[in-house]
Nanobody, 124 residues
Framework: QVQLAESGGGLVQAGDSLRLSCVAS????????TGWFRQAPGKEREFVAT????????LYADSVKGRFTVSRDHVKSTVYLQMNSLKPEDTADYYC?????????????????WGQGTQVTVSS
């Protein structure tokens, strides 16, 4: 089992930056694929970014490409989402699921482990 804990959310203004963290605990010896997804009130969950288990590959949604960067630190068992130039439409609860796949994955249904999420609110 793997437990995931997201943090770093908050209330910011448009144009600001935030860095979300996703700390994994439990059986973290495997190089898990990790993704970032978000869900805004009244909307479906959407893909944001994913990073491969080793960390050499990344994939982003078009809506965040060039503004968000996903990275990982295996020593700290942590995956980060650096969010720059935030927009009000980035407001959502952000989640970092993980799977044993190892490659890139933008499909939420294939992720096995999920955290509780962290809330990001961007005011205009």
């Amino acid at each position: 089992q793997v437990q995931l804990a997201e943090s770093g959310g908050g209330l910011v203004q448009a144009g600001d930056s935030l860095r979300l963290s996703c700390v994994a605990s439990g059986r973290t010896g495997t190089y898990y694929t990790t993704g970032w997804f978000r869900q805004a009130p009244g909307k479906e969950r959407e893909f944001v970014a994913t990073i491969s288990g080793i960390g050499q590959s990344t994939l982003y949604a078009d809506s965040v490409k060039g503004r968000f960067t996903v990275s990982r630190d295996h020593v700290k068992s942590t995956v980060y989402l650096q969010m720059n130039s935030l927009k009000p439409e980035d407001t959502a609860d952000y989640y970092c699921p993980a799977s044993r796949w190892g490659g890139l994955d933008n499909d939420a249904v294939r992720y096995t482990y999920w955290g509780q999420g962290t809330q990001v609110t961007v005011s205009s």
